[in-house]
């Protein structure tokens, strides 16, 4: 057991705050600013001042104990990356907007990393040459840099954060679905010592490309994602895995449609080979950007959308790819949207926050036209599943057949088994049993670790203030001096028996606070324990507070430090 020191409320850099931030819009944000953890430095980036610095290294701690327990070996790899290797992979240009991009002095191009797959693969080229060096794991724990469309919700959300990245090195499909196995029961275990309440869903792989992809979702109202869930099964899937295809309602269009018409619609094979992707998809509806501007386009009555002529129609506009991430603000959005491996997908993301009618989504119901305000189910129904069969609550689960709820989560992780997408790009092979080369497979494996402290005081937090679960609270015991001389001397005695019992103990002794506002700040700041030294301090007598569940009592010092300790 170690002695902790403690922690003086006088000297801590931690200055409350009783008004929200003008910009907060999630309890989490709130409460962690006006707490005193984190400030904004700009958006997105955030300053972690000590107690959050404390809360954010007790997540890391975890992570990395249980990241250690599988066997993964723990790196450090810049953050500050060539563009080469992310030009090999296609990711320079496929990430877009998202990438921070800088030039060197000599005018070369660098990026600052948003994941690494790229160059986990090249390390492991350079130092493994043989089966018998595989399989292996790797790990960090680093800064990440996104230029994300909408930083926000603080922490929850940024373009400067903190990911535990690991990818996973296999000779053999086996060997991969093994490490996936492995990391899937460490994220389980980490977020349940982490205190979070979590679902597993099936996602999609996005920009990440491979196939097999599982997301950890904190179910939050203030998440991003929207997920199914069924209530008499174990099926569950964000919706972002759900893709269909719409053709138009019979009986003409509603209204409220706005029709533009489109004459000159573009085909496919000029569109293709404008944008360098193959012409053997169809869709009914794809999105690009022209000009930067998210753009339906095609969509000729219940013809397949006709891609090809676009590139030359909107010359000279800038024709780009979309991608899911372009998305990321538009939940309402019908998405068609090229992929890594083409043209893929058809996606309406069903939404419970938009209230029916004001889809902003486009289709078309005519030829040679498009729509605007169209309604899904009014206006357009499902002709296709492309993917997996879920849309609106209540839809049968497409597993048990009971009525699916929706919810709002937080993703908090997600899983990838990548395959070899990566090993081919760059000739990752390792000699095999028989002496020919071999090539690798690969997992690849995050857990947001800043974001997870965010999502863990969305959780848990009430109107008071934080709550913190024990496993990752800046302190153990919050100790209150709420007066004095008499009450000052107890709490000074409680702060230091607690400390030598091993307790990490933050001690109010800031003079010239009233108690009610130091309970406020204690309330506020979340410690699991809150131990008062108030007006019965010459009895000997204490109140404590469990702050989850909410209950104090009175009792004498020896009886409350067994409490805690
Ligand atoms: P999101 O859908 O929220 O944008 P993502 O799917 O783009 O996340 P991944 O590429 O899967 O994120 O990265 C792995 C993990 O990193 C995510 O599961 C999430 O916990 C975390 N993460 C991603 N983007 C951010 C961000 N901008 N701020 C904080 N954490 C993030
Ligand atoms: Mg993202
Ligand atoms: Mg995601
Ligand atoms: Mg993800």
Partial sequence: MSTHHVQRMSRLMAKTLREDPADAETLSHRLLVRAGYVRRSSAGVWTWLPLGKKVLDNVSRIVREEMDAIGAQEVLLP???????????????????????????????????????????????????SYKDLPVMLYQIQTKYRDEARPRSGVLRGREFQMKDSYSFDVSDEGLAESYRLHREAYVRIFERLGLDHRIVSAVSGAMGGSASEEFLAPAGAGEDTFVDCPSCDYAANTEAVTFAL????????????????????????????????????????????????????????????????????????????????????????????????????????????????????????????ARNVVCGRDFEVDRYLDVVVVEPGD??????????????????????????????????VLGKEGKPVRVTMGSYGIGVSRAVAALAEQTADERGLRWPAAVAPADVHVVAAGKAVPLALAEEAAAALAAAGRRVLLDDRPGLSPGVKLTDAELIGVPWILVAGRRSAEGVVELQDRAAGTREELPLAEALGRVG
């Fill in 79 to 129: 953050a500050l990356l060539p563009k080469e290797p992310y030009e090999v992979s296609g990711r320079w240009s496929e990430y877009g907007d998202l990438l921070f991009r800088l030039k060197d002095r000599k005018g070369a191009d660098y990026l600052l990393g948003p994941t690494h797959e790229e160059i986990f693969t090249l390390v492991v080229k350079d130092q493994c040459t």
């Fill in 247 to 370: 053709k138009p309602v019979e009986g003409g269009a509603h209204p409220a449609l706005e029709e533009i018409p489109t004459p000159d619609t573009p085909t496919i094979e000029t569109l293709a080979a404008h944008l360098g992707v193959p012409a053997s998809a169809t869709l009914k509806n794809l999105m690009v950007k022209v000009d930067g501007e998210i753009t339906a386009v095609g969509v000729p009555g219940d013809r397949e959308v006709d891609l090809g002529k676009l590139g030359e129609h909107l010359a000279p506009a800038v024709v780009e790819l979309v991608t899911a991430e372009d998305f990321a603000d538009r939940p309402d959005l019908v998405r068609g949207y090229v992929g890594p491996q083409g043209l893929e997908k058809v996606r309406y993301l069903a939404d419970p926050r938009v209230a029916p009618g004001t889809a902003w989504v486009t289709g078309a119901n005519k030829a040679d036209t498009h």
């Fill in 396 to 429: 049968p689960c497409p597993a048990c057949g009971a009525g699916l709820k929706l919810d709002r989560a937080i993703e908090i992780g997600h899983i990838f088994q990548l395959g070899r997408k990566y090993a081919d790009a760059f000739g990752l092979d």
